[in-house]
């Protein structure tokens, strides 16, 4: 099991908008991150510090939190989002957690 | 901003190894370094991070592999290392240096007899 609870898959129409949630106890007090990984490549940060995006990231990305659960949105979804998407987080020691990851899939 | 690594392959239980990463483009000296590793079957694991010099330097280990890890930074050079000991098959992985916002490419170790 993991510290933090994702949806194993999503799937979204092209120029639909996408959600994947994030679950944990941790998050109401540490910051949370999302990282992007296609097939093959190394993750990617898509969202730092709860909703800050780094540079290169496009504005579709977005995030938000309430409680317990932060939310990946993704609007106007393309085919190059298609990707596993993880959350990231620490617990109290600074030790990171993550989610077991949500693939998306764009139809 | 990259970050480069080496190091990996294919090593035998109870072996040795060092894995780097050469960061540019950033103040490494500043940085908290991470290394991550990844498997199909346990995800994303973090294996441990180094606090920056001037917060201390201080090293913390998740238990898989405390005791048999430990990370270690030249600011000098800008570089991060990995020295595993006492392999075990388990720690068979993809392993990252992160900031965060920065990864590595990933240098792939198979721990196999």
């Known amino acids: 099991s993991y510290d933090l609870t994702q949806p194993p898959s999503v799937s979204v129409s092209p120029g639909q908008t996408a959600m994947i949630s994030c679950s944990g106890d941790?998050?109401?007090?540490?910051?949370a991150s999302w990282y992007q990984q296609r097939p093959g490549q190394a993750p990617v940060a898509v969202i730092y510090k709860d909703n800050q995006r780094p540079s290169g990231t496009p504005e579709r990305f977005s995030a938000s939190s309430s409680g317990t659960t932060v939310t990946l949105t993704i609007s106007r979804v393309q085919a190059e989002d298609e990707a596993d998407y993880y959350c990231?987080?620490?617990?109290?020691?600074?030790?990171?957690?993550f989610g077991g990851g949500t693939k998306l899939t764009v139809l | 901003v990259q970050l480069v690594q080496s190091g990996g392959g294919v090593f035998q239980p109870g072996g040795s190894l060092t894995l780097s990463c050469a960061a540019s483009g950033f103040t490494f000296k500043n940085a908290w370094m991470v290394w991550v590793r990844q498997t199909a079957e346990r995800g994303l694991e973090w294996i441990g991070r180094?606090?920056?010099?001037?917060?201390?330097?201080?090293?913390n280990y998740a238990s898989p592999v405390e005791g048999r890890f430990v990370i270690s930074r030249d600011d000098s050079n800008s570089r991060l290392f990995l020295h595993m000991s006492g392999l075990q098959i388990e720690d068979t992985a993809i392993y990252y240096c992160t900031t965060v916002t920065f990864w590595g490419q990933g240098s792939p170790v198979t721990v196999s007899s």
């Open positions: 990231q987080s620490v617990d109290s020691s600074g030790a990171w957690l």
């Open positions: 941790v998050l109401p007090r540490q910051y």
């Open positions: 180094i606090k920056s010099e001037s917060d201390g330097g201080a090293t």
